[in-house]
């Protein structure tokens, strides 16, 4: 691939990997310089990745191929590995995750009260400690299930989307906690979806 179409985007003061240092880099606040490039490789964290998606997502960009890199010695394949669709899982907002969404009892609570369906199959429906949302590399896109203790269900059902409508949750999306409780969320499978570099 030419050199010319590949750029960096580091979050932080983060390490690029020596073999990706003749590259530009970019701040991934700047949506005009992201679109810029047909090939964007991600220095950082899942949620860092999911900060670059979705800026491409509301600048109409899913045509641009992202790569993520998480440590230092990795990079060199990301100029070379082919560029893979795979779902693309927003919430309401327009918020992309990556790795995980948490919907969890808001301060003062000691369980998350509501009832949630992925699809039209009930997950739960009256009190749990909290529910986890990951997205899945293949169709139908995503996977949620309710967990107790460590945040890691023993159940799991797949669909296109989860929805919650509760008394109150507090949201975490890819470790990042939401600001306040809302009584509903939602995250589903975007219509189109991302060019994942290499398997993630």
Same mark, same amino acid.
């Given at each position: 691939?030419?050199? #010319?179409?590949?750029?960096?985007?580091?979050?932080?003061?983060?390490?690029?990997?020596?073999?990706?240092?003749?590259?530009?880099?970019?701040? #991934?606040?700047?949506?005009?310089?992201?679109?810029?490039?047909?090939?964007?490789?991600?220095?950082?964290?899942?949620?860092?990745?999911?900060?670059?998606?979705?800026?491409?997502?509301?600048?109409?960009?899913?045509?641009?191929?992202?790569?993520?890199?998480?440590? =230092?010695?990795?990079?060199?394949?990301?100029?070379?590995?082919?560029?893979?669709?795979?779902?693309?899982?927003?919430?309401?907002?327009?918020?992309?995750?990556?790795?995980?969404?948490?919907?969890?009892? +808001?301060?003062?609570?000691?369980?998350?009260? !509501?009832?949630?369906?992925?699809?039209?199959?009930?997950?739960?429906?009256?009190?749990?400690?909290?529910?986890?949302?990951? +997205?899945?590399?293949?169709? +139908?896109?995503?996977?949620? !299930?309710?967990? #107790? !203790?460590?945040?890691? +269900?023993?159940?799991?059902?797949?669909?296109?989307?989860?929805?919650?409508?509760?008394?109150?949750?507090?949201?975490?999306?890819?470790?990042? =906690?939401?600001?306040? =409780?809302?009584?509903? #969320?939602?995250?589903?499978?975007?219509?189109?979806?991302?060019?994942?570099?290499?398997?993630?």
């Amino acid at each position: 691939m030419d050199l #010319s179409t590949v750029a960096i985007v580091r979050l932080g003061q983060r390490r690029v990997p020596r073999a990706l240092r003749d590259l530009p880099v970019l701040d #991934s606040a700047d949506a005009d310089g992201l679109v810029g490039y047909r090939r964007l490789v991600v220095v950082g964290t899942h949620r860092d990745l999911s900060q670059v998606l979705t800026r491409l997502l509301r600048a109409d960009r899913l045509d641009i191929e992202v790569a993520h890199v998480r440590h =230092p010695w990795q990079g060199r394949r990301t100029r070379t590995q082919a560029a893979t669709r795979v779902p693309l899982i927003r919430d309401e907002t327009g918020a992309v995750i990556t790795e995980a969404a948490l919907w969890l009892a +808001p301060a003062g609570q000691r369980t998350l009260r !509501g009832e949630a369906v992925v699809d039209d199959e009930r997950l739960f429906d009256g009190e749990v400690t909290g529910v986890r949302v990951e +997205p899945t590399a293949a169709m +139908p896109g995503l996977r949620a !299930g309710v967990f #107790s !203790g460590r945040a890691r +269900p023993k159940r799991w059902i797949s669909g296109r989307a989860a929805q919650l409508g509760t008394t109150g949750t507090l949201v975490v999306r890819d470790g990042v =906690p939401g600001k306040r =409780p809302v009584r509903r #969320s939602t995250f589903y499978r975007h219509t189109e979806g991302w060019l994942r570099v290499g398997r993630g």
